[in-house]
Each structure stands twice: as C-alpha cells, then as structure tokens.
C-alpha cells in the first residue's frame, strides 16, 4: 500500500519495499539473504587475506583484485543487512539520512568497481601485449596512484549522484525497491529538479558504454596476442589470467544493463526487483569463485590459507 504524501517539502522517513507481507515467507527471505552475505563476505575476506599473506600475490593484478573484493563488501553491505532486518523487524521504514548514506556508499562502491574493471583490463593488456614494459608501466607507484584515482572519481560520483538526488522535493516516501535506488528515488519527486540528477545519469551511462567498449578492444587486442603466442601453454597460461576478468566484467556490466537498460516506469514490478537483486548481489558472490578457480596462484594461495585456519584449529 503505497503512502502518499504530496505538497511535502521534507520527508523524514523512507519505506522500503518489503519482499512479502506473509510473515514465514519474510523469515524465508531473511535466511536466504543471510546465506547469500555470508557467502559474499566470506569469499572476498579470504580473497584479501590470501593477498594480503601471501608475496607472491604482492602483484599489480591482485592489488587490483584486492581493492575489487573490498568494494564488493562494501556493495553488499551497504544493501542487504538493511533489507534483512526489514523482514526480520517488520519494519520497512529507513530514515532519510539512512537513505542518503545508502546512496552515496552504493554509488561510491559501484562506480569504483567499474573502474577498477577498466584499470584492471589495461594492466592484463600492459602484461601480454607488452611484457617487457610491463616492470616500467605497472610499478607500485603508478598501482597506488590508480587506484587511489579509482577512490576519487568513486568518491566524486558518490557526491554528485547524492547531491543531485536529494536536492528534490519528495512528493512520497514509499520507495518500490529494497534500498534506496537513484532512479526509484526520481520516480518519487514532484519538482524538475529532478531533470539534473537524471541528466547525470545519462551522463554516467555514456561513460560506462564508454569504459565498456575499451575493455572490450582491449580484450580484442589480448586475444590476438594470445593467439600469436606459440606455446599452447603460453596460450593457457595467458588465457587463464584473462578469463576471470573477462567473465567478471560481463557480469557486472550485463545484470547492470538488466537494471537500467529497460525503458522507465512509473509502477513498480517483479521485474524491477529481480534485476536488482541480480545486479546488487550475485557479482560480488561470483568474484572471488570465478578469480579462485581460474588462478592457480591465488588457488594455492586460499587452500594455504584454509590449511593454516585448520592447524590454528587443531591446536587449540
């Protein structure tokens, strides 16, 4: 049931949409939120750690897979515990600086993953395209000073988007998704202020389309190098460095596109919340499995890891 609340100029509290109103199907959902964080938060914990523990990760490619999985953490958590403990509560409601927090952090983590993704796709080129520049172009310095440009334009989106957002008059607090989403938040204004932030929007869509088709000429000009190499295991070897990345960007480029590529509505639908939780949840579940079993550095590295949790284990 929707609350409408026109000739507003401030509205205090948000309600979230909730998955069910039957109270054993809201348990169900709390579980199976739960399970899927879990899984999330483990996975990309032990990505970081394997990294962080391990020298022979000390690497560019998994200093970018590190930052890659604490800004899947941050996605995650900025968005579920909140729609868990709306089915657990029974209480949809979420403050309006609770709203602006989850905005700025969602748009902050989102926005640095992809370009992390880029920056990610340039370092797997430099490596197979031209290795022996790859000491001079790569080194620590020119890593840090990427990523920290990564945090800065994340940072800067994160502003921009939540100025824009909030700045509207609300004509109702009833928000048709699980969190606060920009462009369900739009959908809710009754002034054309709202034509700015949706400006904005347009604008970082052209920027994303952007950033994909580099990534994908760049894939295009690895694969044939790839081909060039004369070792079937220079080729494996090669590929199995370039196939995580590839399928992760795919994934976190297509469930974005399932999200926003649909022509806009002013009703909600099932639709609308299946996509978001394609995109808001089974990327950074599927990261950390797809890096895993695809790297046998970072493999060796995680059952190092799990065989030292043991012996700890064993001890006690």
Not at 202 to 213: D, E, H
């Amino acid at each position: 049931m929707k609350d409408n609340m026109s000739n507003l100029t401030f509205i205090s509290t948000f309600l979230l949409l909730e998955f069910s109103n039957i109270r054993e199907l809201q348990i169900v959902h709390f579980f199976v939120f739960l399970a899927l964080y879990l899984m999330g938060i483990t996975g990309n914990l032990l990505i970081i750690l394997a990294v962080t523990l391990d020298h022979r990760l000390h690497t560019p490619m998994f200093f970018f897979v590190l930052n890659l999985a604490m800004m899947d953490i941050g996605t995650i958590s900025v968005t579920i515990p909140k729609s868990m403990a709306i089915s657990l509560t029974n209480n949809r409601s979420i403050s309006f600086s609770g709203c602006v927090a989850q905005v700025f952090c969602y748009v902050f983590c989102l926005s640095s993953d992809f370009f992390l993704l880029i920056i990610m796709a340039l370092d797997r080129y430099v490596a197979i395209c031209n290795p022996l520049q790859y000491g001079r172009v790569m080194h620590k310095g020119a890593c840090l000073q990427m990523v920290a440009t990564v945090w800065i334009i994340g940072l800067s989106y994160a502003i921009l988007h939540t100025g824009g957002t909030f700045t509207n008059t609300f004509c109702s607090n009833v928000i048709s998704q699980f969190f606060c989403e920009v462009p369900q938040l739009l959908k809710l204004s009754c002034s054309k202020i709202f034509l700015v932030e949706g400006g904005l929007l347009i604008i970082s869509c052209m920027i994303a389309l952007g950033g994909f088709i580099f990534i994908i000429i760049t894939y295009v000009r690895i694969f044939a190098a790839v081909l060039r190499i004369p070792s079937v295991h220079g080729q494996r070897k090669a590929l199995s460095t370039c196939l995580p990345h590839l399928v992760v960007v795919s994934v976190f480029i297509f469930t974005s596109l399932f999200a926003y590529g649909k022509p806009p509505s002013n009703t909600s639908s099932d639709l609308d919340l299946a996509f978001a939780v394609i995109y808001v949840i089974i990327p950074p579940i599927l990261n950390p499995f797809i890096y895993s079993i695809r790297n046998k550095e970072l493999k060796a590295a995680l059952w190092k890891l799990l065989d030292l949790e043991l012996f700890f284990k064993n001890q006690s």
